[in-house]
């Protein structure tokens, strides 16, 4: 099981990294919390009590995305700069072990800032958050988001445009973790059951399997000149 | 060799010039008039014709820059790079029109500029995906990488297309469309229209695409001479 | 004295463009077991770009790399345990310290007694004292130092340094130099590439001068002095 260690050691590397400095992790938390404050300046005129519902998963999950954009921004710029990305391709691991390295270190990274924000939305929109069906969505939307996004972030941290080609290249790929995070959200917000927002975890649970997949294939290509 | 290819591109450039006339004439003309109630809404349904076919393309195309960039990352000729990136151009416009000839037929049929129905959100997304390719093209400089990278989004995001439709379709049904949506029976004399365009506008594919990878080859050629001169 | 075995490095007819330029045009070269090989060439020449296609970070456009007779494409991975690099990059995270930067690349490597193991090469590189310091506040010498340790850190069989005493202090030179000594003196595979013909001199077993993407000239050790060397260089360099 060599292969799985070397990929938590990129994991631990990671961790330990952010913890000794906590400039990224603070700057996705402040920046989620941004967003939710312009949200509410943004939708306040005209949306009050329970109005205020409707927009609440929309924005939850906008929040999530911004702050999902930053995290994989640095999981491969921070690597880029210091040139050690080679380091890591020169080690004797397969190198899709960094993309799932890199990929299991931003969920846990977002998965921690979205923890944070839970109680802060709660409230700041006065709605309930604590709900474990809730968590799950939340947990898949955020494994499907850096799936996809830790292979393009790998690509773009490559590139001249750096920071600014991930949301663009990311957002319209990953709409699906979207639509189907914000109506599941929606959904039990509303009071239903895991069974009847069936549909949206399940396209959540497809996309999580489908992109590690394609990245498997594929992520030799973009680390190697 | 070469200048039979020559001709036969012209000839095709011919071919496809003569045929998008007569679509032309087929769509704004010829084929019946629909069954519907308003004289806007009877011309604007004309529309079909066109808008069906350049969705057509669009896809076509996207799927050519797959195929291209799946090509490229086996076999690392440049050759399939210079399709995956044809495909790529010519589906972005093609995508464009799809989205412009929607909200044109939108505006007489239903009032609105756009809708959110699942066909036009996914062309609109489909049509952004383009544009970041294109992006993600122009941010690379050394043409080895920018051939893997495009051939890795190129598979990613036609890998993405099938879930995203699927998503916005079931978003979709979740808030029922107020307008009902088009088409429906077509006359015989309307499909023949219909079919006939479907073949116009992918000869028309086909000789822009042709056009397009000749004009990437002379850029190609140009800059090795340049490199030669220089080394 | 000739073995038959295969040798360490064995580069034939390898190619390497970007884009349209060519940084390689069809280079021979054969490196055996336990040699020191010296590689000359001024900018350009490609000594990078050879260097990194034989560690593997970069794939070649036409021919073979073998290392111990294994093809580099083919065999993947598991050759990557054998090679070890010095190059520009120190390859080294800024944010941790010198314990975790070689514990991580330790795991990296699958090493059975890292901990034993980092308090040596920490010893031989004498940074034995800084190793809780975070790795960005250390200077370029002792950078390159903690480099030189990383790159030892799993006893490569092949060793590859670019260019390595590239703005080092005389502290961090002359422990290059001893750490260069021990390689040589053992029994690795060593591709050297630097400008100071001198300096490569002082060690090398072959030397070869690569220009314009070709191994212009090769020769043994024995008998060259710096000023033949000097003329070599100076002959194949010359503009055509």
């Known amino acids: 099981m060599g292969y799985l260690r070397k990929v938590l050691a990129i994991v631990w590397k990671d961790i330990v990294a952010e913890l000794r400095t906590k400039e990224m992790f603070s700057a996705m938390f402040v920046f989620a919390v941004l967003v939710i404050v312009v949200f509410n300046f943004a939708f306040d005129l005209r949306v009050t009590g329970d109005r205020v519902r409707e927009v609440a998963p929309g924005a939850l999950w906008v929040a999530f995305t911004f702050a999902g954009i930053l995290g994989l921004n640095r999981a491969f710029v921070a690597e880029r700069d210091s040139g050690c990305l080679e380091g890591l391709l020169l080690a004797p691991v397969d190198h899709t072990a960094i993309y799932f390295g890199k990929m299991i270190s931003t969920v846990l990274f977002m998965l921690v800032v979205e923890a944070l924000m839970l109680p802060v939305f709660t409230a700041f929109f006065g709605v309930n958050l604590f709900d474990l069906g809730l968590v799950l969505i939340i947990v898949l939307g955020t494994l499907g988001f850096a799936g996809v996004g830790t292979i393009l972030s790998a690509m773009t941290a490559q590139t001249r445009a750096r920071e600014v080609l991930l949301p663009i290249l990311l957002l319209p790929v990953a709409a699906p973790v979207l639509i189907a995070a914000v109506k599941a959200t929606s959904g039990i917000l509303d009071g239903q059951t895991m069974a009847e927002v069936a549909l949206w975890w399940q396209l959540l649970l497809a996309f999580d399997v489908l992109f590690p997949a394609v990245a498997f294939m594929t992520f030799d290509f973009i680390v190697k000149e | ?231 | 004295m000739a073995v038959q075995q295969s040798p360490a490095i064995e580069v034939q007819k390898l190619t390497k463009a970007f884009g349209h330029q060519a940084a390689l045009r069809g280079v021979d070269l054969q490196v055996g077991e336990g040699e020191f090989l010296a590689l000359f060439g001024p900018n350009g020449a490609g000594k990078t770009t050879l260097i990194r296609i034989v560690a593997s970070l970069t794939r070649p456009t036409g021919g073979t790399v073998r290392i111990r007779g294994e093809e580099l494409g083919k065999a993947g991975t598991a050759l990557r345990q054998q090679i070890g690099l010095i190059s520009h990059n120190p390859l080294l995270y800024g944010d941790l310290t010198p314990d975790e930067n070689l514990r991580f690349f330790a795991r990296m490597y699958d090493l059975e007694d890292p901990a034993a193991r980092i308090d040596a090469v920490l010893e031989q590189v004498g940074l034995l004292a800084r190793r809780h310091d975070p790795v960005r506040t250390f200077s370029r010498g002792m950078l390159q130092r903690l480099t030189i340790a990383r790159a030892i850190l799993h006893d490569p069989a092949i060793m590859l340094l670019d260019e390595p005493y590239t703005g080092l202090d005389l502290q961090a030179a002359d422990m290059l130099r001893a750490v260069l000594e021990e390689l040589a003196a053992s029994n690795r595979t060593v591709i050297l590439t630097t400008h100071n013909l001198e300096q490569g001199l002082e060690m090398c077993d072959r030397a070869a001068i690569l220009n314009r993407g070709k191994v212009a000239w090769q020769g043994a050790r024995a008998g060259l002095d710096l000023q033949t060397m000097k003329e070599h260089y100076r002959n194949v360099t010359r503009p055509a």
């Open chain 2, 1 to 231: 060799m070469k200048r039979q290819r020559d001709t036969l591109l012209i000839g095709m450039t011919a071919l496809s010039a003569v045929m998008v006339l007569v679509a032309l004439y087929l769509a704004l003309v010829g084929a019946p008039e629909a069954n519907l109630s308003s004289e806007t809404g009877r011309y604007a349904q004309r529309i079909i014709y066109f808008h069906i076919a350049t969705a057509w393309v669009g896809f076509l195309a996207f799927f050519v820059t797959f195929v291209g960039g799946v090509a490229y990352l086996r076999t690392q000729s440049r050759s399939w790079d210079i399709v995956a990136l044809s495909s790529a151009e010519i589906g972005t416009v093609f995508m464009l029109g799809v989205l412009v000839s929607g909200s044109i037929w939108a505006k007489p049929a239903w009032g609105v500029w756009w809708v959110w129905d699942e066909r036009l959100t996914i062309s609109l997304v489909q049509f952004l995906i383009y544009v970041g390719y294109l992006m993600l093209r122009a941010s690379v400089e050394d043409p080895s990488r920018r051939a893997r990278f495009s051939a890795v989004y190129g598979i990613v995001a036609f890998i993405s297309v099938p879930i995203n439709f699927i998503a916005i379709r079931l978003w979709r049904t979740q808030h029922p469309l107020m307008f009902g949506s088009s088409g429906g029976g077509l006359s015989d004399d309307m499909m023949f229209a219909f079919f006939f365009c479907l073949a116009t506008f992918t000869v028309w594919y086909a000789t822009l695409m042709w056009h397009r990878i000749r004009l990437e080859n002379f850029r190609d050629d140009v800059a090795q001479l340049k490199q030669k001169l220089l080394d």
